[in-house]
């Protein structure tokens, strides 16, 4: 079938519940683009097992994810969704892409040196060789655009420099793919510390809002949000805390800083944190009861599994074939 519209690619890891970071940096951009674009989405548990995980609560944080996946609006007929593992080819063109990825561009990123010091007794071949399985997920579906986070823009530039490489060696192969960034919410920093990323391996889970915390986790944890104490409601350098708080603000409800900034003139920080957790909370809440139905029918989660699974092998097979044959390959 001829390529009509333009592909998106994106993955999530199964290592914990989706924060509110990954949520307004990623997943509600997910959501939205699969009237204009041919969307795949995947689980991408293959990446989670860099760092060491708990078999039984893998297995448990895959199916949820996914079923959270379906339950924020990703529909399955529209879209493909899947789990990464159940496409081996992902892992098969990884193999040729890291023979055209060099030892120094892999040494140079973030990712791989944060998580390296942060687990210096694991730093495994997978860990440093992460982000050739990240491009190899993006090139093998010839997508145009990849929603992610801006914590993901070096692994987005290096999957560029890759395809751009093969292309330079064997001819148009690849579709060099392009970031696309969220306006607000790219970066959602922690509530306790809000210089740091809003991550799903905080230690403070004070600092986090994960997607299925119950209302009165959420307006709590927003009432002991980290701020200053000068008191004024006003999007400025050296106030993080409540930036990060106007940013959530905003991302939710779609208002300007300088409206939040009107909305919210005279008023305490304890008023506005309310507000803040009180339109999160409202927001997630849909989801929150479409997640509980979906998981509790495992027979509809494993035929979307399959059906995505089935969907994802079929775009894939033709760009592995044509990268087998490029690279000198006996396609049978
Ligand atoms: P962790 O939160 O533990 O660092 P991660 O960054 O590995 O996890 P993933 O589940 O792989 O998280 O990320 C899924 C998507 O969420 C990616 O597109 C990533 O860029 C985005 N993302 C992660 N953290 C944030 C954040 N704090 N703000 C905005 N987007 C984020
Ligand atoms: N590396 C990403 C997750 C990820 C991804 C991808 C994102 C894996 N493969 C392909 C976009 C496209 C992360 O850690 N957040």
């Given at each position: 079938?001829?390529?009509?519209k333009?592909?998106?690619f994106?993955?999530i ?6 924060h509110?970071g ?26 989670s ?6 078999p ?7 199916n ?7 339950a924020m ?12 593992s ?6 098969e063109?990884s193999w040729?892409l890291?023979?055209?990825?060099q030892?120094?561009e ?8 944060d998580?390296?010091?942060k687990?210096?007794e ?6 440093f ?5 990240m491009?190899?997920d993006i ?8 929603p992610?986070?801006?914590d993901?823009?070096q692994h987005?530039e290096l999957a560029?420099?890759?395809?751009q490489r093969?292309?330079q060696v064997?001819?148009d192969?690849f579709i ?11 970066k959602?920093m922690s ?7 809003m991550?799903k ?5 004070n600092g986090?809002?994960?997607v ?19 008191a ?5 350098e050296?106030k ?8 959530i ?10 409206e939040?900034e009107?909305?919210?003139?005279g008023k305490?920080?304890?008023e506005f ?5 009180e ?18 029918d ?9 059906k995505g ?20 390959f006996?396609v049978?």
């Open positions: 079938m001829e390529k009509t333009k592909r998106i994106s993955g890891q199964p290592t914990n519940t989706p509110l990954n949520y307004l940096g990623a997943l509600v951009n997910w959501i939205k683009l699969q009237d204009e674009y041919e969307c795949t989405y995947s689980i991408v548990d293959l990446h097992i860099t760092v060491r995980q708990d039984q609560k893998l297995k448990k944080q895959i949820e994810s996914y079923a959270l996946l379906l609006g990703v529909d399955p007929d529209k879209s493909t969704a899947f789990v990464q159940h496409n081996c080819q992902h892992a063109l040729v890291s023979c055209y990825t030892f120094g892999l040494s140079r990123m973030t990712q791989f040196k998580k390296s010091a687990h210096p694991n730093v495994n071949a997978g860990l060789t992460y982000p050739v399985l491009a190899a090139l093998a579906y010839q997508a145009d655009l990849v992610v986070g801006i993901q823009k987005l560029r420099n890759i395809a093969f292309n064997h001819g192969t060099v793919p392009e970031p696309y960034i969220a306006k607000t919410g790219a959602v509530l306790q510390s809000p210089e740091k990323k991550s391996s905080d230690e403070n889970p986090s809002i994960s299925l915390d119950d209302r009165d986790t959420i307006i709590r944890k927003f009432k002991r949000a980290v701020t200053d104490s000068e004024v409601i006003a999007y400025r050296g993080d805390g409540i930036n990060n708080l106007m940013s603000y905003s991302a939710v409800t779609d208002k300007s800083f300088e939040i009107k909305e919210f003139a305490g920080y304890g944190k309310l507000a803040v957790g339109v999160v909370a409202d927001h997630l809440a849909p989801v929150q009861n479409e997640f509980a139905k979906i998981i509790a495992k027979k509809y989660i494993d035929e979307c599994m399959r699974a089935e969907k994802a092998f079929k775009t894939t097979r033709k760009t592995l074939q044509k990268v087998y044959k490029k690279v000198g006996i049978l």
